[in-house]
T-cell receptor, first 109, second 113 residues
């Protein structure tokens, strides 16, 4: 069946460095993608989204890249801060929304 | 102050008891969703409702029930038939009828012993 997954379950970066979190998807019919941030014991928060007719979208300190050729999605966080420590997961929308398991980002001071 | 709320934050129940989790939103969203989150897994859809008085089963509806009598409210009942009810439950809402961006509540952690 179709699935959404992440390459790495954990990522540790130094404060101030850039972070890149990856996501692989397998449903070529997916036309909308979202990145969520989830802090411990809390609900997911929307970070940024991208539609399949785009390959890049930028927000405040975050950039999402979409490579439809290899079905790959990435989230780049610039100048990572301690407050960015959380689990990040992607979601894809085709006929319904499917969520990846997540990557835990830890920011070292 | 618009948003989506879930209560309680923590809930403890004995095995064999039914329990109802509350979800309320004042975002005027038509669609509401219930997900279950287990460690190391993505969110799994339990039930969803695209309009008042209507709801559909998600991927893991067995052992759960819902109602949608009001646009603002979408309570989830975890019944004694649910074999592994201990989990973190997340409610979400969206503008609908297509899912697109969903706004999540803070979640309820249910522990059944």
């Amino acid at each position: 069946g179709e699935s959404v997954g992440l390459h790495l379950p954990t990522l540790s970066v130094q404060e101030g460095d850039n972070s890149i979190i990856n996501c692989a998807y397998s449903n070529s019919a997916s036309d909308y993608f979202i990145w969520y941030k989830q802090e411990s014991g809390k609900g997911p928060q929307f970070i940024i989204d991208i539609r399949s007719n785009m390959d890049k979208r930028q927000g405040q300190r975050v950039t999402v890249l979409l490579n439809k050729t290899v079905k790959h999605l990435s989230l780049q966080i610039a100048a990572t801060q301690p407050g960015d420590s959380a689990v990040y997961f992607c979601a894809e929308e085709a006929n319904d929304m499917r969520f990846g398991a997540g990557t835990r980002l830890t920011v070292k001071p | 102050d618009g948003g989506i709320t879930q209560s309680p934050k923590y809930l403890f129940r004995k095995e064999g008891q039914n329990v109802t989790l509350s979800c309320e939103q004042n975002l005027n969203h038509d669609a509401m969703y219930w997900y279950r989150q287990d460690p190391g897994q993505g969110l799994r859809l339990i039930y969803y409702s695209q309009i008042v008085n209507d709801f559909q089963k998600g991927d893991i509806a067995e052992g759960y029930s819902v109602s949608r009598e009001k646009k603002e409210s979408f309570p989830l009942t975890v019944t004694s038939a649910q074999k592994n009810p201990t989990a973190f439950y997340l409610c979400a809402s969206g503008q609908g009828p297509l899912t697109y961006e969903q706004y999540f509540g803070p979640g309820t952690r249910l522990t059944v012993t």
